[in-house]
């Protein structure tokens, strides 16, 4: 049986990864978070935190919002109902793949 | 990175990011020392536009100390809504004792109804800062719900002439306690939490 043919071949990968899934998870709580409460809450250095957001945003799961607030840059990110299907069925797609294994 | 990712403990850890400024403390207490000042010397206009100012005001101060330290974050609607309800309660508990006061105007036992008001406050303060300790499971608002609550049932017990000194009593007691109590908050948030924004700029 190749990889792409087990039941766990549907599940997303790209919210599999724990950081990712980190920053799914706290965004589905809440309406918006600026970067610096991202980096506090989920414990990503800066420059993962912008990569794994970048991945996030290719794939429409999060809203990134660029402003300047007295010239000072601000980022402001919000989950996208894209964003919230996926962790919805990746949440399902776990709970069935842990439930069907032997103890 | 924190292992923990069930949603319970992450919701509680964004509650308590949110509260551990000791902000709400800090301005509650000055509403209340102001709130007892307008009803002792009657300057109900200065009253109402400090009233509206107040948001703006407790907005502008996270701007300036809390976000560049924690950083900026929204609770979605459902979570908005038990504050909408706090609000409307207070709304309504306002507009209670309006109508009491007008109609007890005149009967015997309007000074029995002035005497215990402060026990309205108190109900209000305690039911906000259970709500407060349900969500963050911090202990000192437990202390600050049944604080508000002993002073509410202790200051009827006060013999005082005028048939609002017991309300201003009531607040001059809380209002100090909540100051300094958010003051410490405040002042220790702001040692344990530098200014992080131009690290993510």
């Known amino acids: ?103 | 990175m924190d292992a923990n990712l069930d949603s319970k403990t992450l919701a509680r850890n964004l509650w308590q990011d949110r509260t551990r400024d000791g902000l709400l403390e800090m301005l509650l207490g000055v509403y209340f020392l102001l709130t007892g000042i307008f009803i002792q010397t009657n300057v109900t206009s200065l009253f109402t536009v400090i009233l509206a100012f107040f948001p703006v005001i407790a907005n502008k101060v996270q701007e300036r100390f809390v976000y560049p330290r924690i950083g900026y974050m929204r609770f979605s609607h459902q979570d908005r809504n038990p504050g909408r309800r706090i609000v409307a309660a207070l709304l309504a508990a306002g507009l209670a004792v309006a109508l009491v006061t007008i109609f007890a105007r005149s009967s015997e036992w309007a000074e029995t109804f002035y005497k215990w008001v402060p026990l309205i406050p108190a109900l209000l303060l305690a039911a906000g800062f259970l709500f407060a300790a349900q969500k963050t499971g911090f202990a000192r608002h437990y202390v600050m719900a049944a604080f508000s609550l002993v002073a509410g049932f202790a200051v009827p017990f006060v013999d005082l002439p005028g048939r609002m000194d017991n309300v201003a009593l009531y607040l001059f007691v809380v209002g100090p306690v909540f100051l300094v109590w958010g003051a410490a908050l405040f002042i220790r948030f702001m040692r344990t939490h530098p200014i992080r924004a131009e690290e993510t700029q």
């Open chain 1, 1 to 103: 049986m190749s990889p792409d043919e087990t039941p766990f071949a549907e599940i997303d990968r790209l919210v599999h990864e724990p950081a990712r899934l980190h920053i799914l998870t706290v965004l589905s709580l809440i309406e918006a978070a600026d970067f610096l409460f991202l980096m506090r809450q989920t414990g990503l250095t800066k420059g993962n935190l912008s990569s794994h957001l970048g991945k996030l945003e290719a794939a429409r799961y999060v809203d990134i919002e660029k402003e300047f607030v007295e010239k000072i840059p601000h980022t402001v990110v919000k989950i996208t109902s894209r964003g919230r299907e996926a962790l919805q069925t990746y949440r399902q797609q776990m709970t069935g793949v842990l439930k069907k294994l032997p103890k």
